[in-house]
């Protein structure tokens, strides 16, 4: 029976080694490469994600409490050439090709109320570094008692295990060595498009997992993202 089914669904590769950096070559190896394959996004528009150094301002309206969070730039980029200059001194950041699917080599089979969904959807595919490691574990604002920041909130101390939810039953799934990254990558599709996941998140086709691996040269667990 289905109990909850998320809006908009994520699937992250996410670096084992927690204090994990690419180089910009690897950056663009994979999304070089992940064109070549044919599992790109089609008609993709490549840009760039990074801080501003300014921050922007909000009040709460339910608590009246101001808050501040660092402003980001979009940068527009031609190519994946483009990279090397424009990411190589940063900390922190997200690249991002976005485009439409299906691209020739499906992630996997998506799912619309349970049909197989064939006609065209939003696709992006982002390669995310931040500062720090922050949390992977995603249970979209369910109380662990286990002291686990949620999706991308600094870890603090490390958190071996990823902690996710199916997004369908609601049921937990725990992945090894998925807890906290400096460093992952999403794969993100129309809203309300899923995947079929039993009791394990290794779903990724087999093909653009290998080519992660060999670009960055280590293994990725995987996870998942829900909005």
Known sequence: ??????????HTLIAKDTQYAPKPEQIIRFCDDLSALGAAPLNPKLSLMKSSGRVRSFTNPLTGETRSIPANDRVSLESTASLVSAIGTLQQYFVALEGQGPPALLPFELYLNGA????????????????EPVSMSDLAGEQTGDDIPSFGEPCGRPHATGLFRHPVTSERIEVVNAGCARFWLEFEFGKWLLPKIANSLNILDSAIVGLANNSFGLEFAQGCHLL
Not at 116 to 131: A, D, K, N, Q, W
Request: with cysteine; aromatic share 20%; net charge positive.
């Open 1 to 10: 029976m289905q109990l909850y089914v998320a809006e908009q669904y994520v």
């Open 116 to 131: 197989p969904f064939t006609e065209s959807y939003g696709f992006i595919v982002r390669c995310r570094l931040r500062g």
